[in-house]
């Protein structure tokens, strides 16, 4: 008995020792995976508590750890509301991360812990809207028809199976007026949503501004200086704005990757991109790339005067033009915008955006994108196979061709992580918005309720009363 009790007694004192070392291991050298999971927690808790105005909580509970890896279910997050800092630690104590609310900037990650830095890097003055009682879009007024097209549509979006999984916002609009709209349970029109990638077609519109004014052109080359001593000096803008320059980049979620070191490890979202070496010529091979659209963001800033003119560019040049009011584009702890991935907007200001690309640049009779920069926006490149398009947008909806489900085909599409999109129809002239937290896994699929939408409002099909049950049950 004593033999044993001084074996247990070894046995418990080795794991106390190895629960020792991997504590002091884990805080001294925590893997770079688990500072990717904190900076991914604090991040997003940081831009819905103070963009959003939603409990941090609940954000840590439903945005973070229900749809994602399930270490990130021993993720605590603090929130310093005084100071504008988020703080992430696996199991509390470990590989903190950080993100700090800029004010008009949002949030942005701080990855090597520098706040100070951070708050100086970068600075846009918060502007007051006056309120409208203006029609949307020229103001926020949204009077919904309650006619029999009405009806069925309320009707449609009101099913789950239509409006998918964990759906957030939905809005239609047609002949430039929303006439249909709804909203997940705890979001508004007035709840700024994520647009994840949608964030890349915005991105290369302000582009698109500075076209028009002769400051970038699609035939720029020699676009960085550390690009000037070989091949990539030959790179075109054109061919990052249509993710065929032979860049290496790993857009893999799953692990550390270049776009998870991009995104949570280097508070310099431009680096891994700007010294990635070029794996193929120009345009033999389509590679979706989300550092190639922030590195868009930094060449698109470099040609204002100023990093004042740069920050306050897309607000003077896009948002403010449009009415896009709550529009938040995030920038990284240097300043870059994150052109990839981070513009909060309500549902409709994204509708906004949509009404404006369907309209072809044109806004109450301006013109703010170059006569043809849409239609580039609707050309398919070689490269991809005819699904991505020669400007930083989509001609196939999640999980497929858009022929296999009956839409015109001139629809393209803005999409984002996690199920947001917005479908442009130009020869239905119409847009629908679809935001929400349903991953891909879920495989919803928004074109079957952009079809049911186009058969109720092309007026040869507009259905009565009598077919609305029939309507929103078909394909149930």
């Given amino acids: 008995m004593r033999l044993i009790s001084r074996v247990i007694g070894a046995l418990f004192l080795l794991l106390l020792i190895i629960v020792a070392g991997g504590a002091v291991w884990l805080w001294v050298s925590p893997p770079e995976l688990l500072r990717v999971g904190d900076g991914y927690a604090a991040k997003i808790v940081c831009s819905n508590t103070f963009i959003a105005k939603r409990d941090p909580e609940q954000v840590l509970a439903d945005d973070v750890q229900a749809p994602g890896n399930p270490a990130l279910k021993l993720v605590n997050v603090s929130v310093d509301r ?34 100070q830095a951070a708050r100086s890097a970068a600075f846009l003055n918060k502007v007051r809207v006056a309120k409208s009682d203006s029609l ?53 029109n007035a709840t700024p949503l994520i647009g994840w990638s949608m964030t890349k077609t915005v991105n290369a519109a302000i582009i698109g ?46 692990a ?91 549902a409709r200001d994204w509708a906004r955006f949509g009404q404006f690309l369907l309209q072809d640049g044109v806004w109450k009779g301006q013109r703010l994108l170059p006569e043809g920069f849409v239609g580039a926006m609707r ?32 629809t393209f599409w803005m999409l984002g992580h996690d199920g947001q999109s917005v479908a442009i129809v130009p020869s239905a002239n119409l ?11 879920v495989d919803y699929k928004p074109q079957i309720l952009l079809k049911k939408i186009l058969d109720i409002t092309t007026p040869a099909k507009t259905s009565g009363p009598a077919d609305a049950d029939r309507v929103v049950q078909d394909n149930q």
């Fill in 209 to 254: 501004r500075l076209m028009l004014s002769g400051r970038m052109s699609f035939d720029d080359q020699n676009l960085l200086p550390q690009w000037s001593g070989d091949v990539r000096k030959n790179i075109k803008l054109s061919d990052l704005l249509g993710m065929e320059s032979g860049l290496a980049f790993n857009e893999g979620y799953g």
């Fill in 82 to 115: 005084d100071d504008g800092v988020v703080t992430a630690r696996f199991l509390g104590m470990f590989a903190p991360n950080y993100a700090l609310y800029r004010g008009a900037l949002g949030c942005t990650t701080v990855p090597d812990g520098d706040l």
């Fill in 136 to 188: 949307w879009p020229d103001g926020n007024k949204v009077t919904l028809n309650q006619d029999e097209t009405g009806v069925v549509l309320s009707k449609l979006l009101a099913n789950p199976d239509f409006a998918g999984p964990a759906m957030r916002a939905i809005v239609i609009v047609k002949d430039g007026r929303i006439v249909a709209e709804a909203y997940g349970d705890g979001f508004t």
């Fill in 431 to 441: 847009v629908l918005v679809r935001m929400g937290l349903t991953p891909g896994w």
């Fill in 379 to 410: 050309t398919p490149t070689t490269s991809s196979e005819g699904i991505y398009t020669q400007v930083q947008a989509w001609l196939a909806g999640p999980g497929g061709s858009d022929a296999q489900f009956g839409l015109p085909t001139d």
């Fill in 256 to 346: 550390v990757s270049d776009v998870t070191r991009m995104l949570y490890l280097d508070p310099d979202s431009t680096r891994v991109a700007a010294n990635a070496p070029q794996e193929v010529a120009v345009g033999e091979r389509f590679s979706y790339s989300s550092g190639t659209a922030t590195l868009l963001s930094r060449l698109w800033m470099n040609r204002l005067p100023n990093e004042s003119a740069a920050i306050a560019y897309p607000r003077e040049a896009l948002f403010a033009p449009l009415g896009m009011s709550s529009a938040v584009l995030e920038a990284d702890e240097r300043g870059t915008y994150v052109g990839s991935s981070y513009l909060y907007a309500t």
